[in-house]
């Protein structure tokens, strides 16, 4: 079965770095793209990030670009986020999702619980 398995939130004040990492397991993982995605408290969701099957191209939300890097690594199945230079404004559910296609359009079929990213002094 697929699952996936997000860590690393934690409670960080303005300005810190944190990164967050999804464990993949139950299919090829260098086969699909991933993104992650997050969700404010009360506020739909927002993509953030995703990284092609092999890591060769990454794209960025406007709101994130140049804060946020996105990475992979196959040997060990797993997807990071690292981020940098956090505001008060990135406090959300960060959720890995698991793309359809190697590098095609933003369409998840599998996501994981979700992990809570709190800025806050």
């Known amino acids: 079965e697929v699952q996936l398995v997000e860590s690393g939130g934690e409670l960080v004040q303005p300005g810190g770095s944190l990164r967050l990492s999804c464990a993949s397991s139950?299919?090829?993982?260098?086969?699909?793209?991933m993104s992650w995605v997050r969700q404010a408290p009360g506020k739909g969701l927002e993509w953030v990030a995703r990284?092609?099957?092999?890591?060769?191209?990454?794209t960025y939300a406007d709101s994130v670009k140049g804060r946020f890097v996105i990475t992979r690594d196959t040997a060990k199945n797993t997807l990071y986020l690292q981020m940098n230079s956090l505001t008060p404004e990135d406090t959300a559910d960060y959720y890995c999702a698991k793309e359809l296609t190697p590098s095609g359009p933003l369409y998840f079929d599998y996501w994981g619980r979700g992990l809570q990213v709190t800025v806050s002094s």
């Open positions: 139950g299919f090829i993982f260098s086969n699909y793209g």
């Open positions: 990284i092609n099957n092999l890591g060769e191209s990454t």
